[in-house]
């Protein structure tokens, strides 16, 4: 999907849509892939922490292979089921590969958002409360939680990207 379709569906800001064309990212796919490999969009031209965050959240709201997102119904049902294999379909060892990556994950974080974290999953640290408490929740804005401000908005959105990564390429890599 463009950025132009994003923007066309009034899911992006005109401040945004501006850096991404500025700094020749035209796609989605070239947004996420950035995000994955620099972690912040703060290193683009024009590009303050407002927009970063704006980036980091839509880069969030769709997925790297299949864009999900349907604007009559948010998130579809499709989505969810998605997430729910990601959990059904791992092995033991996928399982616990993914529950260690977690924990050591959110114990990088820093303290404020390790705790917000501990918080929201009520301290398990497992992939199936993981999916269930977190990425299945369409209305989770980590801006409207306790403590939790526009610095720690950004760090928790790489933090969740990151282990949505992480099962999303235990899955495809399994066989």
Known sequence: MTIKEVFRRNEMSVRAYNVCLENE???????????????????????????????INLCNNYN??????????????????????????????QREVINSFIVVNTNSLSTRNRNVILSLLEENLKVK???????????????NLKNVGSRSVDELNIYVSLIKEKDLSILANRK
């Not at 269930?132 to 804005?141: D, T």
């Open 25 to 55: 990212l035209y796609t989605l796919h070239e947004l996420k892939e950035y995000l994955s490999t620099n972690g912040t969009f703060e290193h683009l031209t024009n590009c303050g922490m407002k927009t970063n965050r704006d980036l």
């Open 64 to 93: 790297s292979k299949n864009h999900f997102y349907d604007n009559r119904k948010g998130l579809t049902e499709e989505k969810h089921k998605t997430d729910e294999l990601i959990a059904s379909e791992l092995t033991r060892v």
């Open 129 to 143: 409360n993981f999916i269930e408490k977190i990425l299945n929740k369409e209305s989770l804005n980590f801006f």
